[in-house]
């Protein structure tokens, strides 16, 4: 069993995406044993509580550096004996060095279709108002690797998302969470706790 550690900021959507995973059986061979959040009033920590798992807070300005904050990070998950990292709307930088460290064992989920609208100050709604700005028809998730690139390690699975008239980025978000973002991060879990995924190259194969 793979214990898994998901790195939260906010509302922890995709975080209750996992959460209803697992309860219903369909995270195999891994769970969550550990919810670490970079803010105090982020509501993923009440979520994490809901659901019995236990939950840390680190905050940046802590810690004199990347460096020692990534370090203390890694301590955490050291204690807790942490497989996979997800990261779930984690707005933290984590520098290279624990990028290296955890190499092909940290899971992150964007919000469109990589490589578009991703890298250096695409979150959050700027990836959708950024989207609806260029005028495309479609959108979407990606679930991927991470590595010292932002948004540059090796894709999982994508899904694509309709563009809808009318649409404004929070209407947007919303439907790329739902269509997209809850389905692809779970599966992704999964297949990693499973043994099912290997990377080659830019991309990750089902075995």
Not at 10 to 33: M, P, S, V, W
Not at 66 to 73: G, N, Q, R, W
Not at 170 to 182: D, G, I, P
Request: proline share 3%.
């Amino acid at each position: 069993m793979i214990n898994i550690a998901v790195l939260v900021s906010g509302g922890g959507t995709n975080l209750q995406a996992l959460i209803d995973a697992q309860q219903a059986g369909k995270i195999e061979n891994g769970r969550i044993a550990l919810v670490v959040s970079s803010n105090p009033q982020a509501y993923a920590i009440e979520r994490a509580a809901q659901a019995g798992i236990p939950s840390a807070v680190l905050r940046r300005r802590e810690y004199s550096s990347a460096e020692t904050y990534s370090e203390a990070l890694d301590a955490l998950l050291q204690q807790q004996e942490i497989g996979l990292v997800v990261l779930a709307g984690f707005m933290t930088v984590l520098p290279d060095s624990f990028c290296r460290r955890y190499e092909n064992r940290i899971i992150n989920v964007h919000p469109s279709l990589i490589p578009s609208f991703c890298g250096e100050g695409y979150y959050g709604l700027r990836v959708h108002e950024a989207a609806l700005a260029k005028g495309v028809k479609v959108t979407g998730a990606t679930v991927h690797f991470v590595s010292e690139v932002v948004d540059g390690g090796a894709i999982i699975a994508q899904k694509a998302v309709q563009v809808e008239d009318g649409d404004t980025p929070e209407r947007l978000q919303k439907r790329v969470m739902a269509e997209a973002e809850w389905l692809l991060l779970p599966q992704a879990v999964s297949d990693f706790c499973a043994g099912r995924l290997s990377v080659q190259g830019t991309w990750v194969a089902r075995k």
